[in-house]
């Protein structure tokens, strides 16, 4: 086990000495403290920086393929701004696309080239280097296995890199395919490493013949380890980020299975019930949650503690 559960074994056992003592101790003040990593990552930042630039120079319409990233406030920002998602490549022009950070199939790309479309690819540049993986994985003849959530935009963009290829959840979902022959394995970017290796794992104890390539963002990981930190030593996790965000939806997952915790997308999901008898808030932010939206928060919760 990781530093991070021996500290909430450790914080049980205060917990349940605490609990045992007669009488009660007056309320502690509550502390609030933001995990060492969290909120945008490089990918994000680099995808609103590519928008804001494209925005302030473009003639006629700007509009992003799909939502930008997976942050229900930010595209709402960006509509009262004039900057739809679409969900397929528009027909006027002049007229600009920006392709979303969870990338797109090649086809698309070329669809709105010959629309005559300015287009702007704010894919996130770990999502390419999963894309490239698969392409290649494929022409070397193997059948491209991409371990994620189906449907999901990033997952979809993959898949269209390699015909034929495959998302599975999980190393059951590999199984119950029955998956032979040569197989190339690649990630969603925001998959945890655990997962992954188990798919490797279950495949080639099957007998598979399997060349990996390890596409996980290593952004993902440091949040959900500095998450799982926090969360040992906090008595409530706040978790701020698009229900709709994979890698917020999967941190706030592993928070729970530590201390209580609530994923809320704003301040005004915040309820002051939640923090009495609490001594230590944690605050950890998705991988599309900016900056600014963490300090509202953080900022909110002071005012009700």
């Known amino acids: 086990m990781g530093s991070w559960w021996l500290a909430f074994e450790r914080r049980q056992e205060e917990r349940a000495r605490r609990d045992g003592d007669a009488g009660e101790a007056p309320a502690a003040d509550v502390r609030i403290e933001v995990a060492d990593k969290a909120g945008a990552c490089f990918g994000v930042e680099r995808a609103l920086r590519l928008l804001e630039e494209t925005v302030a120079s473009s003639i006629g319409p700007v509009r992003t393929l799909g939502p930008i990233i997976h942050n229900p406030q930010v595209v709402r920002e960006l509509e009262a701004r004039g900057v739809d998602a679409v969900d397929r490549v528009p027909s006027d ?121 390890n596409t996980i963002c290593l952004a993902t990981r440091e949040r959900q380890e500095a998450a799982l930190e926090l969360a040992s030593r906090a008595d409530l996790m706040i978790v701020i980020g698009g229900r709709n965000s994979a890698n917020t939806s999967r941190l706030a997952a592993l928070c729970a299975e530590v201390c209580p915790t609530r994923h809320i997308e704003g301040t005004r999901e915040l309820d002051p019930r939640w923090f009495r008898d609490t001594g230590l808030v944690g605050v950890t932010a998705g991988a599309s949650t900016p900056a600014s939206q963490i300090e509202s928060v953080v900022s909110a919760i002071e005012g009700m503690v």
């Open 93 to 213: 022009t002049p007229s600009t696309l920006v392709l979303r950070t969870h990338g797109t199939a090649p086809d698309v790309k070329a669809e709105a080239l010959a629309a005559g479309l300015t287009v702007v690819d704010a894919t996130c540049p770990y999502v390419q280097k999963a894309q490239r993986a698969a392409e290649e994985l494929a022409r070397e003849g193997r059948t491209v296995v991409v371990v994620g959530e189906a449907g999901h935009p990033e997952v979809e963009g993959i898949l269209a890199h390699a015909p034929g290829a495959i998302a599975v959840a999980d190393a059951e979902a590999a199984e119950a395919l029955g998956i032979e022959g040569r197989v190339g394995l690649v990630a969603q970017t925001t998959q945890t490493p655990e997962r992954y290796e188990r798919v490797s794992r279950s495949l080639r104890e099957r007998g598979v013949d399997v060349s990996r390539a």
